[in-house]
């Protein structure tokens, strides 16, 4: 295969058993140095860790926390924001298994609330939102109401 002037002929391919020869050797020597560098290298990851350990855990820590926190305001945030719907849509059901279930739990509940008020002198509705207490759902929203009205100036 001989090329032209303007184009080298190229090199002749390698010797398998050379390259493999050469391979076994470089990976030998690699692992000969990994097992002499051994001890020096754990001194130092042990170093290492004893000096970096305490401020990982203590910011693994302060992460886990705020992934905490974070996660438990989106929840409060869907509760603030759906949590009246949601409750009346459990009265709802409750009812409709069981109405005489329904009336008794209510009138315990009302019962507890009364009691509440007799030993503490507040009413418990105080620690909760007014419109998860007093279950006060906003008015029906007309969707459809403007459609067809501004036709002319859209």
């Known amino acids: 295969m001989g090329g032209s002037p303007s184009i080298p002929s190229p ?3 390698p010797d398998p058993r050379e ?6 050797a470089a990976y030998r020597e690699n692992v000969n140095t990994y097992i002499s560098k051994l001890p020096e290298m754990a001194a130092v990851e042990n ?3 004893a000096q970096y350990m305490p401020q990982q855990r203590a910011l693994e820590r302060q992460l886990s926390a705020l992934d905490q926190q974070s996660g438990i305001q989106a929840g409060l945030q869907l509760e603030r924001q759906y949590g009246p719907q949601r409750t009346l849509e459990g009265l709802r059901r409750a009812y409709e298994q069981s109405p005489q279930a329904y ?3 209510r009138g315990l509940g009302d019962q507890m609330t009364r009691q509440f008020a007799q030993l503490y002198g507040q009413s418990p509705y105080g620690s909760v939102e007014e419109n ?12 459809y109401g403007t459609i067809g009205t501004n036709i002319s100036n859209p």
């Open 11 to 13: 090199p002749p391919p």
């Open 47 to 49: 170093r290492l860790r």
């Open 19 to 24: 390259v493999s020869a050469a391979n076994s």
């Open 132 to 143: 998860v207490a007093m279950n006060r759902q906003p008015g029906p929203f007309d969707f």
């Open 103 to 105: 009336a008794l739990n």
